[in-house]
């Protein structure tokens, strides 16, 4: 039997929803905060905008904001972009709340639980082995590598760690795509 992988097989990461915001709430102090439908404010002075993306509080149902642009003047937006802004686009939503100068500006995280799924072929398993799988990320979801292979292959991550050779650490959270090779069973 070969060394060289048989098969190339294609998993790819898709997020289902937006993910829930590691936020501090200042009336109830809970640490969670979604985007709801996403709704974004603009507001002018003079001319200079204003634009924040309204969060609220999973508890207590509180909105705050999360600054977008401060100050910024009228002209320098993108014509598109401020209509995105003023109707509140669900794609402009979802690329300002994973955007991670955003995040750090206004110090919250991303908390990703349930909020994405992985596609696998169905009827793999039939495949000469050893197989080589390309993980595709379609979002900038941060998963474990170990853990996503464990639940792709329905094995336990010490198997996992036994059976995969990986072009990335396995232990270490990774948002972009990686490959990994499964070597058959004993």
């Not at 640490?31 to 439908?37: K, N, Q, V």
């Not at 082995?129 to 979801?141: C, N, S, T, Y």
């Not at 474990?144 to 036994?162: F, K, M, T, Y």
Request: proline share 8%; hydrophobic share 40%.
């Amino acid at each position: 039997m070969s060394s060289q992988p048989h098969t190339v097989l294609p998993w790819v990461v898709r997020r289902t929803r937006l993910p829930l915001l590691s936020l501090r709430c200042v009336d109830c102090r809970s640490e969670s905060a979604t985007t709801g439908e996403g709704r974004f404010r603009v507001n002018a002075n003079g001319k200079l905008l204003d634009v924040w993306l309204l969060v609220r509080c999973v508890s207590c149902d509180r909105t705050s904001k999360l600054t977008v642009h401060e100050r910024k003047p009228v002209g320098s937006f993108d014509p598109a972009e401020l209509d995105g802004y003023r109707d509140n686009d669900p794609e402009l939503v979802a690329s300002r709340l994973l955007d991670p100068l955003i995040a750090r500006r206004n110090h919250f995280t991303l908390d990703w639980t349930g909020a994405w799924r992985l596609d696998i072929p169905s009827a793999w398993r039939d495949e000469a082995w050893p197989v080589l799988v390309e993980v595709v990320l379609a979002d900038p979801v941060p998963v474990r590598p170990d853990r996503l292979i464990a639940h792709g292959l329905g094995l336990s991550r010490n198997e996992v760690v036994r059976r995969i050779k990986c072009d990335v650490p396995l232990h270490r959270p990774t948002s972009t795509g990686f490959t990994f090779t499964v070597l058959a069973g004993d």
